[in-house]
């Protein structure tokens, strides 16, 4: 790809995907071509708020649009498998929303899918593009604190959701680990790579998925990482990564911030903060910055994102809700394995479940809970960037 425009399709028409689309337009470079829901209206409408040239009523229709070179799943997570599949195959590169997908099983298999037809593929873990978060990670990696040995992370929303809400229903993937776990975990993993070992506890509510969970991950080299997430309390949403000699920490809304103190032994606190000209921390661009960046460069999956630390996360999710228990509609053990008889949607298709409120329908950024709180996972009843 030369250094045209690179054309954007974006799939499901929620409020992430309005969120992200008003972020891609306002960059030079970017010019959103195409826009699919699975039905035709919500896509005309979405076309006309932002001036998409192109409304399609069925997901297949923008997988198969030769003229977009990029498609954005904006769609509740447990259509990514689908969704992504359908448009990787029909050799789109694609922008894929947190949590990946459901499982490991159904991450594998859309790696495995872009591997074979040579497409880009990235986990839109806005976090690892963002500048200050990059920034401290450098820091970690040049020994500003020494060896690391623990990494607290937490991010929790009050509520409270009902019984029907999204974030309750089996069906949907809900329960607090993918649709806010995967921040705490993925910030840890940025910093660590894999664990070595997993302990986890979780409140669980009558329908089976977990209200809050507490992780203890730990690693070879003695590193431990204490992790927690809830949709039954607001919590701090903070980080703080100590090491041998000195500590980080990141203040509330951690995976977005606008600054960090770094504290060493026998010296002054240093404060890090956000460049004004990167915008908003609540901003999508950098990781769209980098999509483009790297389909420019040729290259199939992003360094700042790469595809076997999005398996790596997934392997962590999957570890820690076989501890606790917690396994989807068709799910028979860790990893994800589907029984017979078992719900991996077939591409093109809406999972059962995928009702409204969802991806799909007009209202807050990405998907979790009810437009209260920071952007989180993908997918229905989605939350407003903070």
């Known amino acids: 790809m030369t250094e045209q425009k690179v054309r954007w399709g974006i799939l499901a028409t929620g409020g992430i995907a309005a969120a992200f689309t008003a972020d891609l337009v306002d960059l030079p470079d970017a010019e959103v071509v195409a826009v699919a829901s699975r039905r035709a209206e919500p896509a005309k409408a979405f076309a006309e708020r ?18 977009v070179d990029v498609v954005y799943v904006a769609t509740p997570h447990v259509a990514h498998r689908a969704a992504a599949g359908l448009c990787l195959s029909a050799g789109r590169n ?7 997908t459901l499982n490991l099983r159904e991450a594998a298999e859309l790696v495995a899918l872009a591997r074979e037809h040579g497409r880009f593929l990235m986990e839109a873990m806005w976090m690892y593009c963002n ?27 009050a ?7 999204r974030l309750r229903d089996p069906r949907l993937g809900g329960g607090a680990l993918l649709d806010l776990g995967v921040y705490p975990v993925s910030f840890a993993q940025l910093l660590l790579g894999e664990p070595a070992d997993i302990a986890a506890r979780a409140v669980l509510s009558p329908e089976g998925v977990d209200l809050q969970t507490g992780a ?3 690693w070879e080299g003695g590193a431990l990482a204490q992790l927690h997430c809830s949709i039954t309390g607001g919590t701090a949403t903070v980080a703080s990564v100590t090491g041998s000699e000195g500590r980080i920490d990141v203040p509330s809304g951690f995976f977005h911030p606008d600054r960090f103190v770094l504290h060493r032994d026998g010296r002054e606190p240093e404060e890090f903060a956000a460049d004004p000209a990167d915008g908003p921390r609540t901003s999508m661009r950098h990781e769209a910055l980098e999509v483009m960046r790297a389909l420019r460069a040729g290259e199939t999956e992003s360094p700042l994102v790469p595809l076997d630390g999005t398996l790596a996360v997934m392997r962590t999710l999957d570890a820690i809700r076989e ?49 209260t709180g920071p952007r989180q996972g993908s997918g229905a009843a989605e939350v407003t960037p903070a």
């Open 50 to 67: 932002f001036g998409i040239e192109r409304a399609y009523g069925s997901w297949a229709e923008l997988a198969h649009d030769e003229d």
């Open 94 to 100: 694609v922008l894929c929303e947190k949590p990946f």
């Open 131 to 157: 500048p200050l978060v990059r920034r401290l990670k450098a820091l970690v990696d040049d020994g500003a604190i020494g060896e690391v040995r623990t990494v607290q992370a937490d991010f929790g929303l």
């Open 159 to 165: 509520g409270p959701f009902p019984p029907a809400h």
């Open 216 to 218: 203890l991950l730990s």
């Open 323 to 371: 501890r606790i228990g917690v396994r989807y509609p068709g799910e028979t053990g860790a990893g994800g394995e589907t029984g017979a008889g078992a719900a991996a949607p077939a591409e093109g298709t809406a999972p059962a479940g995928d009702v409204a409120p969802a991806g799909d329908t007009a209202g807050p950024a990405d998907g979790s809970a009810d437009g």
